[in-house]
């Protein structure tokens, strides 16, 4: 299962390891970057194919963010039943490769996640968001917008699970 509050880790450790300053210490562990690209980090034309990239590498997602919803004054035993409802959904959207991005901002604020959908219009985002008990009950609401990335951003999940001890 995708813990919520470790699935941005991967992300972190990209961005992190794409730091090319030169180590200090000669002993140190390789560069995770250079391990991941290896040598040649030229045009890989199957790669791209496979991740629907154009011809800057990137493709259109859909960006959510998850706020604070009208209804949120339900008692503690449902608030736990709605929150593993929306973890279990969150674990089968990833699954399905529908969701490549998840998380919750750190502060209290009025935005309280997002999500990255791996679909390129708002109205398959919308019925993805749907599904989500914490969407349904009115604990949440979502604001959709279209984004466009890298194409690579589907390998985040397979990359966090590598990390992932539980």
Avoid at 26 to 44: C, E, K, T
Avoid at 87 to 114: C, T
Avoid at 155 to 164: A, D, G, K, N, V
Wanted: proline share 7%.
């Amino acid at each position: 299962m995708i813990n919520l509050k470790l699935f941005f880790f991967p992300l972190l450790v990209i961005v992190c390891a794409c730091n090319t300053q030169p180590s200090q210490n000669a002993s140190a562990a390789p560069n995770l970057y250079d391990a991941i690209i290896g040598s040649d980090s030229s045009y890989n034309a199957t790669m791209a194919a496979k991740l629907g990239a154009d011809e800057r590498g990137m493709k259109p997602y859909v960006m959510a963010f998850l706020k604070r919803g009208p209804n949120r004054n339900q008692d503690s035993i449902t608030v736990a039943e709605i929150q593993k409802g929306h973890m279990d959904n969150i674990n089968r959207m990833a699954e399905s490769g529908k969701l490549v991005l998840a998380g919750p901002f750190m502060d209290d604020g009025e935005i309280r996640g997002i999500y990255l959908f791996n679909v390129p219009t708002i109205e398959e985002a919308q019925a993805l968001t749907a599904t989500d008990p914490a969407i349904k009950s009115g604990r949440l609401i979502m604001e959709l917008h279209p984004w466009y990335g890298s194409a690579a951003m589907p390998l985040i999940t397979p990359l966090h699970r590598q990390m992932e001890k539980k």
